[in-house]
T-cell receptor, first 110, second 115 residues
Framework: GQQLNQSPQSMFIQEGEDVSMNCTSS?????WLWYKQDPGEGPVLLIA?????ELTSNGRLTAQFGITRKDSFLNISASIPSDVGIYFC??????????FGTGTSLTVIP | GAGVSQTPSNKVTEKGKYVELRCDPI?????LYWYRQSLGQGPEFLIY????????DSGLPNDRFFAVRPEGSVSTLKIQRTERGDSAVYLC?????????????FGPGTRLTVL
């Protein structure tokens, strides 16, 4: 199945630093989602984006729906140790099928 | 608890055997999804139920995979003649459904290992 391309694949940062990751696709999506997954758990939704150009924040997290509708980015400001995990983007074209990215693994060094 | 639950949490089987994986969605959620997540990858869509019917099963990899949701609540993913390549974490998610996006709540998954 189709998967979205996420970069970087992994990140090692110092606590307090800002983080930026992005997701690209060759196809247009109508909805972009960002999830966080901890080991042994299912993904948990962080932010949902519904319109091209939309910029949405959730606490220290900010995500944008790219103007071309083929990309999205997620920023995390002032990282803390509990931000550790794998971050996935997901896109929805129509219907109820969602395509997930390859994931960005984040490690925060205290 | 009020979340999505999946059983078993781990399943080890031998190549060629039949397995069933169970998902208990959040009460009242009409939409239910199954995904497969291989190591180091994102979840891959398998099948979507709206109520009792499979509204989209285009993600099922082949006819060895089948899922049911007979009463519109609990769902079972069935895999026949398992192969080593079926080893993965199988995730279930439920949502309140509807035509626009509604948040999917994921269960912890069942880790299937085929020896």
């Amino acid at each position: 199945g189709q998967q979205l391309n996420q970069s970087p694949q992994s990140m090692f940062i110092q606590e307090g630093e800002d983080v930026s990751m992005n997701c690209t696709s060759s196809s247009i999506f109508n909805t972009w989602l960002w999830y966080k997954q901890d080991p042994g758990e299912g993904p948990v939704l962080l932010i949902a984006l519904y319109k091209a150009g939309e910029l949405t924040s959730n606490g220290r997290l900010t995500a944008q729906f790219g103007i071309t509708r083929k990309d999205s980015f997620l920023n995390i400001s002032a990282s803390i140790p509990s931000d550790v995990g794998i971050y996935f983007c997901a896109g929805q074209r129509s219907g109820n099928q969602f395509y997930f990215g390859t994931g960005t693994s984040l490690t925060v060094i205290p | 608890g009020a979340g999505v639950s999946q059983t078993p949490s781990n399943k080890v089987t031998e190549k060629g055997k039949y397995v069933e994986l169970r998902c208990d969605p959040i009460s009242g959620h009409t939409a239910l999804y199954w995904y497969r997540q291989s190591l180091g990858q994102g979840p891959e869509f398998l099948i979507y139920f709206q109520g009792t019917g499979a509204a989209d099963d285009s993600g099922l990899p082949n006819d060895r995979f089948f899922a049911v949701r007979p009463e519109g609540s609990v769902s079972t993913l069935k895999i026949q003649r398992t192969e080593r390549g079926d080893s993965a974490v199988y995730l279930c998610a439920s949502s309140s459904g509807g035509s626009s996006y509604n948040e999917q709540f994921f269960g912890p998954g069942t880790r299937l290992t085929v020896l």
